[in-house]
């Protein structure tokens, strides 16, 4: 269900460290469905054999990082505890924080009934205890002292109760999201503002809750009762726990002196703050963690932080240990080889193989000496991806007949159907298109009624599939000449109405070709479309799912018995077309079933518009997978929270005040009278004469006479909120 993970070094025995670890692992519960794991970075040798012993006698687990010499990093610690764990939550509690049993019933009884978001977020709360506080608690049975100290909080006990934080290091999150949002950045160094950075990535991607005001303030506190600032937007990730019961008691220590503290903590407030910015502006998380649990070890052809990689940061976590290396590292095939056999890699990832002939290269060695490898790149459908075991678009096996040419299974038609009816009626597609007008008012505006058309779907002349798949077509350039003569020999009431690819400027000329407007859209096209030829473009398996004759002049994926049939020349093209016949429907249902409950992958994706060489494409940079599909493993189904609480919601009740008057005019103070007067100002624009609307960041009108009122009715009660407000 979840491991606890402890992050933990000491120099030596007498440390208060080592004291409190012989605490926590004799005395913490360890219950069913909860794994400890503490996580030594480079404590002395005798110290962890000794610790080894003891977590052993106690079930609880240690990993060694043996790092001892280096500067302690407790975000290494926690992120290798991640890596190494094996249950679906993870969470981080240190030495000097604890609980009873109960708060560890309730955490797993919260877990199981979890929202089933894998964006889920939230926190265990923590009452810093003082001295005395400390010294009491741990006289006390633990249960009884959960009670006794909760009401301690309650009743703004001071003496007791040192601080109250609502959000901590410890964050109950799943791991598969915790290692694909990049866990804790290494740039930080020894202590300050390293958790801050990880809460907010989790936070800003679990879209929970509204975001604060003056979103970047250090200014605002937990306790502060305006909702500015990124505390107390984090608060709200704890707060129902710390209502419902659910904390932990930090017990009181010195604070060891650290030299260079105050200048090391500055400079990682500053880090904190750039990365903040940064991934509001360009969406940038650290890259992935991978699964350093799994047995399978996946050497990835990528750099670890490019793009593509950063983009399939959810997938990282399930892809086994991830290692990564780019083609130009090897000099060759032979290094290539020895690598994978000297180091255990149990399968190779490839982005596009035929993107450059050094990953093609090493594509084809792989293909040659049967070591296994997955190939990922985007599908034909709109949100669709794949990771192929077989190969790379049209000369992949995971196509063939035998992998989908079965009968449908109970079920499976009426889904499959209803899937490709709502997708032909959407707007859905692959590259960016105009707005849908209908079938028919495409072929008013075009001059097509009474024709009959054969839509041709534009390739970019530099695409891996036209390079390698383009077979009888040879090249765009050759297509369109293709295209040009066809135009000469069809019947008069024939049309060939081409559409140039949405990310091409230009585009080869087509004599006797009707051109579309380039933001047409696709499905419009297809919908009038009396046959649909392609060189090998994904728009032919969208032409199959609209029922009309497909053919392809290049090799295509989708060509086969039933489906697009692959012409060879132009008189061949002239022949197919005197006699006309549609796909079986049979065998679209069985393809198109067997691409979306099967093979592809499917991921909300975000894409960035990138020019080079004067040539535009479209970059995926971020996929949320919503079902993830790996060779050799159960397909994962991913939900997202999107929205996050509306502001009506009780969980802003703590400052409600300051969102209830979120928008309100701030009202003009009168001005004085003049003794003379004045000379009349110049007009005011409209915009500067409309009165200002700002959040008020004052009480509101009347809270001083409420307060009071309440002062002199209650005063016991007025302390105490009083109190309680200053420490939460």
Same mark, same amino acid.
């Given at each position: 269900?979840?491991?606890?993970?402890?992050?933990?070094?000491?120099?030596?025995?007498?440390?208060?460290?080592?004291?409190?670890?012989?605490?926590?692992?004799?005395?913490?519960?360890?219950?069913?469905?909860?794994?400890?794991?503490?996580?030594?970075?480079?404590?002395?040798?005798?110290?962890?054999?000794?610790?080894?012993?003891?977590?052993?006698?106690?079930?609880?687990?240690?990993?060694?990082?043996?790092?001892?010499?280096?500067?302690?990093?407790?975000?290494?610690?926690?992120?290798?505890?991640?890596?190494?764990?094996?249950?679906?939550?993870?969470?981080?509690?240190?030495?000097?924080?604890?609980?009873?049993?109960?708060?560890?019933?309730?955490? %797993?009884?919260?877990?199981?009934?979890?929202?089933?978001?894998?964006?889920?977020?939230?926190?265990?709360?923590?009452?810093?205890?003082?001295?005395?506080?400390?010294?009491?608690?741990?006289?006390?049975?633990?249960?009884?002292?959960?009670?006794?100290?909760?009401?301690?909080?309650?009743?703004?006990?001071?003496?007791?109760?040192?601080?109250?934080?609502?959000?901590?290091?410890?964050?109950?999150?799943?791991?598969?999201?915790?290692?694909?949002?990049?866990?804790?950045?290494?740039?930080?160094?020894?202590?300050?503002?390293?958790?801050?950075?990880?809460?907010?990535?989790?936070?800003?991607?679990?879209?929970?809750?509204?975001?604060?005001?003056?979103?970047?303030?250090?200014?605002?506190?937990?306790?502060?009762?305006?909702?500015?600032?990124?505390?107390?937007?984090?608060?709200?990730?704890?707060? /129902?726990?710390?209502?419902?019961?659910?904390?932990?008691?930090?017990?009181?220590?010195?604070?060891?002196?650290?030299?260079?503290?105050?200048?090391?903590?500055?400079?990682?407030?500053?880090?904190?703050?750039?990365?903040?910015?940064?991934?509001?502006?360009?969406?940038?998380?650290?890259?992935?963690?991978?699964?350093?649990?799994?047995?399978?070890?996946?050497?990835?052809?990528?750099?670890?932080?490019?793009?593509?990689?950063?983009?399939?940061?959810?997938?990282?976590?399930?892809?086994?240990?991830?290692?990564?290396?780019?083609?130009?590292?090897?000099?060759?095939?032979?290094?290539?080889?020895?690598?994978?056999?000297?180091?255990?890699?149990?399968?190779?990832?490839?982005?596009?193989?035929?993107?450059?002939?050094?990953?093609?290269?090493?594509?084809?060695?792989?293909?040659?000496?049967?070591?296994?490898? %997955?190939?990922?790149?985007?599908?034909?459908?709109?949100?669709?991806?794949?990771?192929?075991?077989?190969?790379?678009?049209?000369?992949?096996?995971?196509?063939?007949?035998?992998?989908?040419?079965?009968?449908?299974?109970?079920?499976?038609?009426?889904?499959?159907?209803?899937?490709?009816?709502?997708?032909?009626?959407?707007?859905?597609?692959?590259?960016?298109?105009?707005?849908?007008?209908?079938?028919?008012?495409?072929?008013?505006?075009?001059?097509?009624?009474?024709?009959?058309?054969?839509?041709?779907?534009?390739?970019?002349?530099?695409?891996?599939?036209?390079?390698?798949?383009?077979?009888?077509?040879?090249?765009?350039?050759?297509?369109?000449?293709?295209?040009? /003569?066809?135009? %000469?020999?069809?019947?008069?009431?024939?049309?060939?109405?081409?559409?140039?690819?949405?990310?091409?400027?230009?585009?080869?000329?087509?004599?006797?070709?009707?051109? %579309?407007?380039?933001?047409?859209?696709?499905?419009?096209?297809?919908?009038?479309?009396?046959?649909?030829?392609?060189?090998?473009?994904?728009?032919?398996?969208?032409?199959?799912?609209?029922?009309?004759?497909?053919?392809?002049?290049?090799?295509?994926?989708?060509?086969?018995?039933?489906?697009?049939?692959?012409?060879?020349?132009?008189?061949?093209?002239?022949?197919?077309?005197?006699?006309?016949?549609?796909?079986?429907?049979?065998?679209?249902?069985?393809?198109?079933?067997?691409?979306?409950?099967?093979?592809?992958?499917?991921?909300?994706?975000?894409?960035?518009?990138?020019?080079?060489?004067?040539?535009?494409?479209?970059?995926?940079?971020?996929?949320?997978?919503?079902?993830?599909?790996?060779?050799?493993?159960?397909?994962?189904?991913?939900?997202?929270?999107?929205?996050?609480?509306?502001?009506?919601?009780?969980?802003?009740?703590?400052?409600?005040?300051?969102?209830?008057?979120?928008?309100?005019?701030?009202?003009?103070?009168?001005?004085?009278?003049?003794?003379?007067?004045?000379?009349?100002?110049?007009?005011?624009?409209?915009?500067?004469?409309?009165?200002?609307?700002?959040?008020?960041?004052?009480?509101?009108?009347?809270?001083?006479?409420?307060?009071?009122?309440?002062?002199?009715?209650?005063?016991?009660?007025?302390?105490?909120?009083?109190?309680?407000?200053?420490?939460?």
């Amino acid at each position: 269900m979840i491991t606890i993970i402890t992050p933990f070094q000491t120099r030596n025995r007498d440390d208060y460290l080592h004291h409190r670890l012989r605490r926590f692992v004799t005395q913490e519960p360890v219950i069913d469905g909860i794994h400890r794991l503490i996580v030594d970075f480079g404590s002395p040798d005798h110290i962890v054999e000794e610790l080894e012993a003891l977590c052993a006698n106690h079930g609880v687990g240690l990993m060694r990082l043996n790092r001892r010499g280096e500067p302690f990093s407790i975000g290494a610690c926690r992120n290798a505890g991640a890596q190494a764990a094996t249950t679906e939550f993870i969470t981080f509690q240190d030495v000097d924080l604890t609980a009873p049993p109960s708060v560890y019933r309730q955490l %797993l009884a919260n877990l199981r009934a979890a929202p089933p978001y894998i964006n889920h977020l939230e926190c265990i709360p923590c009452l810093y205890l003082t001295p005395p506080g400390t010294q009491e608690y741990e006289s006390m049975d633990a249960e009884a002292a959960r009670t006794l100290f909760h009401q301690y909080f309650t009743e703004a006990d001071a003496e007791r109760v040192q601080m109250y934080a609502p959000a901590t290091s410890a964050i109950v999150v799943r791991r598969a999201f915790y290692l694909a949002m990049g866990g804790v950045r290494q740039e930080f160094f020894g202590h300050g503002y390293e958790d801050f950075e990880m809460m907010n990535r989790l936070a800003w991607k679990s879209k929970r809750f509204i975001r604060s005001h003056d979103y970047y303030s250090h200014d605002h506190k937990y306790a502060s009762l305006e909702y500015k600032g990124y505390r107390t937007f984090f608060s709200l990730f704890g707060r /129902q726990n710390m209502a419902a019961g659910l904390f932990f008691c930090h017990l009181y220590h010195p604070s060891p002196p650290s030299a260079g503290y105050a200048k090391r903590n500055a400079a990682n407030r500053m880090l904190f703050e750039r990365f903040a910015k940064t991934l509001d502006k360009d969406a940038d998380v650290p890259p992935a963690l991978s699964d350093a649990a799994s047995q399978t070890r996946t050497l990835a052809l990528s750099g670890r932080a490019t793009i593509p990689m950063r983009s399939i940061r959810m997938a990282i976590a399930h892809l086994g240990n991830v290692v990564y290396m780019e083609p130009a590292d090897f000099d060759d095939e032979a290094a290539f080889l020895s690598y994978v056999k000297d180091n255990g890699i149990g399968q190779v990832l490839f982005l596009t193989p035929y993107g450059n002939e050094q990953r093609l290269a090493l594509y084809l060695a792989c293909r040659a000496h049967g070591i296994p490898y %997955l190939v990922f790149d985007r599908g034909a459908l709109p949100r669709s991806w794949f990771f192929d075991p077989c190969g790379f678009n049209a000369d992949s096996a995971s196509y063939a007949p035998d992998k989908w040419d079965v009968e449908l299974p109970d079920g499976a038609r009426e889904r499959t159907e209803r899937y490709i009816d709502e997708l032909i009626a959407s707007e859905a597609t692959l590259e960016e298109n105009g707005e849908r007008i209908g079938a028919d008012n495409l072929r008013t505006r075009y001059s097509l009624h009474g024709k009959r058309v054969l839509f041709v779907p534009m390739q970019r002349p530099g695409d891996a599939v036209i390079k390698h798949f383009a077979s009888h077509a040879e090249s765009v350039e050759n297509f369109c000449f293709v295209l040009s /003569q066809l135009s %000469l020999r069809l019947p008069s009431d024939w049309r060939i109405v081409v559409k140039r690819h949405p990310l091409e400027s230009s585009m080869p000329p087509i004599p006797g070709a009707v051109l %579309l407007d380039p933001s047409t859209h696709v499905y419009d096209a297809l919908a009038a479309s009396d046959a649909v030829l392609t060189v090998n473009s994904g728009v032919g398996l969208l032409s199959l799912l609209f029922g009309k004759p497909t053919f392809n002049l290049g090799t295509a994926f989708y060509c086969h018995d039933g489906l697009s049939v692959q012409v060879r020349d132009l008189e061949d093209i002239v022949q197919r077309l005197a006699g006309l016949a549609r796909p079986s429907r049979e065998h679209v249902l069985r393809f198109a079933h067997y691409l979306v409950d099967t093979f592809y992958s499917f991921a909300n994706t975000d894409y960035r518009k990138v020019t080079e060489g004067g040539s535009t494409r479209n970059v995926a940079i971020n996929l949320d997978f919503t079902e993830l599909r790996l060779p050799g493993q159960p397909s994962r189904t991913f939900q997202w929270r999107t929205e996050p609480a509306k502001k009506s919601s009780p969980v802003y009740d703590f400052y409600r005040s300051y969102i209830s008057d979120m928008g309100r005019a701030v009202p003009a103070k009168p001005a004085p009278a003049a003794a003379k007067a004045a000379p009349k100002p110049a007009a005011k624009s409209a915009a500067a004469a409309a009165p200002v609307k700002a959040p008020a960041a004052k009480a509101a009108p009347g809270s001083v006479s409420r307060k009071l009122s309440k002062l002199m009715r209650d005063p016991r009660r007025f302390l105490a909120d009083a109190l309680r407000n200053r420490l939460a």
